[in-house]
């Protein structure tokens, strides 16, 4: 995995993949599957919707920590797999053949066979809607990968895998953010 | 348009398309492209991150009231253009050739050409994020569309269509919602 800049990582989440949540709660990994995300700056801020019903959830209000891994369509399976049980009982990483790589300034960890990763810090929680918003402090990318699609959540059990990509860089360039 | 149920209207933003946002501010109707957006609940809730600097805030928070339009991959360079200019000396729908039609619950307009809408109400502003979470109060979808590929900003300039869709309602039974 290479280092990404920062300026670079929001757009990892902007095109709204599921993304795989990771924490270490101080004795042991976990990992979630998540859709409800949204970048929030490009400095980069985001957010994501997640409570209490999460055992995930638990780690990130004590530690205040985690990793935004982004998996692709191969790892489809994986990612509905780990969206349907519980870290309460189940140790993901091995129960999913997934490797866990520690990150540079958190201890919650990489995941290995992910096309990015992005390491974060909690900068506040939103009680009143679940929200917890999130700022990368590091982000990677493994450009080695030939699978780079992602796959994009719609809520009834289907789920859209990215198609081709069209520029328009040219006619967006006022609006672009610098170091993009 | 045909009336879409409330409990399937999260399945238009859960995939993280680029979205349109229509507000009407007393005397005129406005919209901005949208890339900021996230699913809260089924009931459905959603959270937009937009603020003072867009000119749509305006009328979003005098109001309390918007429309979300979901644009299709033949619009992209309409969705491009309404989110390079601005609403303070733009009428975007004329400029556009964009057809507002009445709502049922808000004065926000739907955009006909677009593939679906969603009403809706701003039910919380978190002024310390700068998040707007809004409520669906009704759904609608163009049924007799023939392309109905939603883009996904990556946030440089660049769009992911979207392509196939990938079947997984048998393993995700036991989380998904009701009434989708």
Same mark, same amino acid.
């Given at each position: 995995m290479r280092?990404?800049?920062?300026?670079k990582a929001f757009t990892l989440i902007e095109p709204g993949p599921v993304v795989l949540v990771t924490t270490h709660d101080g004795k042991q990994n976990n990992? /979630?599957?998540?859709? +409800?995300? /949204?970048?929030m700056d490009f400095?980069? $801020?985001f957010a994501i919707t997640t409570g209490p +019903?999460?055992?995930?959830?638990?780690?990130?209000?004590?530690?205040?920590?985690? !990793?935004i891994a982004i998996p692709t369509v191969d790892?489809?399976? $994986?990612? !509905?797999?780990?969206?349907t049980c519980s870290g309460a009982?189940?140790?993901?990483?091995?129960?999913?053949?997934?490797?866990? !790589?520690? %990150?540079?300034a958190v201890k919650a960890p990489l995941i290995q066979e992910c096309l990015a990763n992005i390491e974060c810090?909690?900068?506040?929680?939103?009680k009143k809607h679940d929200i917890v918003v999130l700022e990368a402090v590091a982000a990677y990318v493994d450009t080695s990968r030939k699978e780079k699609r992602t796959v994009?959540?719609?809520?009834?059990?289907?789920?859209?895998?990215? %198609?081709?990509?069209?520029?328009?860089? $040219?006619?967006?360039?006022? $609006?672009?953010?610098?170091?993009?």
């Open positions: 280092s990404l800049k920062l300026s990992i /979630m599957t998540l859709s +409800w995300t /949204m970048v400095t980069p $801020k +019903w999460n055992y995930s959830f638990r780690a990130l209000k004590k530690t205040r920590e985690c !990793v790892m489809l399976d $994986k990612v !509905v797999g780990i969206g009982d189940t140790d993901k990483f091995t129960r999913f053949g997934l490797t866990p !790589v520690p %990150g540079r810090r909690v900068i506040d929680i939103v994009h959540a719609v809520g009834d059990g289907t789920f859209i895998v990215d %198609g081709r990509t069209l520029d328009r860089r $040219k006619l967006m360039s006022s $609006k672009l953010p610098a170091g993009v």
